[in-house]
């Protein structure tokens, strides 16, 4: 069998220890596609590129078994906050 969600989340786990994390397999069950979003402390001062290879190392010892990765979200904690929402106009006296 291929690789598990399971071990996908280990790796990165392990890796990055992030504060949020979703791993879905994208291939029907047989461990070769995945999607993940991630958000990690270690991606502080780090651009995009440099994140997507973070988790990519973190992968590597799976990367054999795994035909596809991909990365929908790489942020740092304060990018993954929700955004404030705008305060309502005050109504006119």
Partial sequence: MGVT???VEAAITSAL???HLVVTDTSGGCGASY???VV???FEGK???E???MV???LAPHMSEIHAVSIKKALTPAQAQPEPEPAADK???
């Fill in 56 to 58: 990519n190392t973190a």
């Fill in 17 to 19: 220890s992030p504060s």
């Fill in 35 to 37: 999607e993940i979003e």
């Fill in 40 to 42: 990690s402390e270690q």
């Fill in 5 to 7: 969600k399971e071990d």
């Fill in 91 to 93: 109504p006119q006296a």
């Fill in 47 to 49: 651009r995009l590129l």
């Fill in 51 to 53: 994140r997507h290879r």
